[in-house]
Structure formats: structure tokens, C-alpha cells
């Protein structure tokens, strides 16, 4: 079955500082999404990246997709001590893509 | 903005207690899902409902687990008699038919099984 995983598991920064989180997966996908999840709260959608982009990028968010490696990376460029939270990657398969698996998670903490 | 609502926020329940966790997608949003995360974990797949039926279920979605959608807006999941290894946040989410697979989340509910 495709399923995510992230690493680094937890990564702590200082404020300014660049995170980088990556993702990989097994099977083929359509897409790929990050999310983001607060303590105790429900996930949020951040950024996609379809199968046939490279690269993407949303204000302080850039996601990269290698799709011959099967994997992903978030970059988030000057962080702040608000974007502390879990990160999540996302895959859609192209034979279903009516759900979709969620990975580990990256645990950011920003210290300011 | 439209949010997807959940209730309860926190139910707190004995074992072998049947549950009913409660969601109000938005209203134009025609797919819906239920995941849980158990603490600290990560986020699982339970089940996904289209066209007031299930399209696709995980093997955590055993005979105990039941969605139903009565009312034409609440999308309901039952535990009929829950365990101990059911406490966990159920998240339930939905989205449009339009465009990709962006799912909208609830805020969760969190089940506590004693």
C-alpha cells in the first residue's frame, strides 16, 4: 500500500531559520499534498504538487516532487515560531483517487 | 470561510458503550471521510462515503464501525461497542468534486475509551 513517511521526525529551529522536511512514498500517485497540523487540532491543507510539476511554490512554502525517487520536500524559508506544528504529507493515487494516506508527520518546533 | 464542524469535541465513554461521533461538511462538498489519529500517531484512513454510500474502507473499519449520512447534511460515525483501542481524534473531512482531492478537515473528536 502507498504510504508517506517523513523525516526528519522532529526538527527544532530558530526563528529565521529554513525548515526542510521530506517525504517519500511507494506506489503512483496523482498528487501529492502537505498539510499542516496544529497541537490537538484538525489538519489543514497547505500547498499540492500534481504528478507532473517539479516544483511549486506558495509565499514562504516550496514543495519539490521527484517523482523517479518518489519523493517530496517542503521547504519553509524564514520560519517564524507560528508555523510550529506537524507536518504532513499526502498522497492521491492515479487508480483511486478517492482517498487520501497520510504519512508520519514532522514535528517543527520554532523557537523564537 | 466554510468549515466542516464536528461534535462532540471530547466524549469520554466505558468500554463496550456504542459512540456517535457527528459532522456537518460544508454544504456544497459531495465526498466525505472519516480518519483517526491515536495520540501522537499518525493520520489513518478509516472510510470515505460518496453518493450516500461507502466508495472505499480500511481494514481498521471492521464490522464495529458504521457512517451513515440521515439527514442530507450530518455525516455521522457509529462505534457500536468500543475498545479500549479506540481512543483516539476522529477527523472528519470532506470536499468538492471540483478540482483535486483538497481536504477540508474538522477540528476532530476526541474519544476516550475507558
Known amino acids: 500500500s502507498q504510504q508517506g513517511e517523513e523525516d526528519p521526525q522532529a526538527l527544532s529551529i530558530q526563528e529565521g531559520e529554513n525548515a526542510t522536511m521530506n517525504c517519500s512514498y511507494k506506489?503512483?500517485?496523482?498528487?501529492l499534498q502537505w498539510y499542516r497540523q496544529n497541537s490537538g487540532r484538525g489538519l489543514v491543507h497547505l500547498i499540492l504538487?500534481?504528478?507532473?510539476?517539479r516544483e511549486k511554490h506558495s509565499g514562504r512554502l516550496r514543495v519539490t516532487l521527484d517523482t523517479s525517487k518518489k519523493s517530496s520536500s517542503l521547504l519553509i524559508t524564514a520560519s517564524r515560531a507560528a508555523d510550529t506544528a506537524s507536518y504532513f504529507c499526502?498522497?492521491?493515487?492515479?487508480?483511486?483517487?478517492?482517498?487520501?494516506?497520510f504519512g508520519t508527520g514532522t514535528r517543527l518546533q520554532v523557537f523564537p | 470561510e466554510p468549515e466542516v464542524t464536528q461534535t462532540p469535541s471530547h466524549q469520554v465513554t466505558q468500554m463496550g458503550q456504542e459512540v456517535i461521533l457527528r459532522c456537518v461538511p460544508i454544504s456544497n462538498h459531495l465526498y466525505f471521510y472519516w480518519y483517526r489519529q491515536i495520540l501522537g500517531q499518525k493520520v489513518e484512513f478509516l472510510v470515505s462515503f460518496y453518493n450516500n454510500e461507502i466508495s472505499e474502507k480500511s481494514e481498521i473499519f471492521d464490522d464495529q464501525f458504521s457512517v451513515e449520512r440521515p439527514d442530507g447534511s450530518n455525516f455521522t460515525l457509529k462505534i457500536r461497542s468500543t475498545k479500549l483501542e479506540d481512543s483516539a481524534m476522529y477527523f472528519c473531512a470532506s470536499y468538492t468534486q471540483a478540482g483535486a482531492n483538497v481536504l477540508t478537515f474538522g477540528a476532530g473528536s476526541r474519544l476516550t475509551v475507558l
Open positions: 506506489t503512483s500517485i496523482n498528487n
Open positions: 504538487i500534481r504528478s507532473n510539476e
Open positions: 499526502a498522497t492521491g493515487s492515479p487508480y483511486n483517487t478517492d482517498k487520501l494516506i
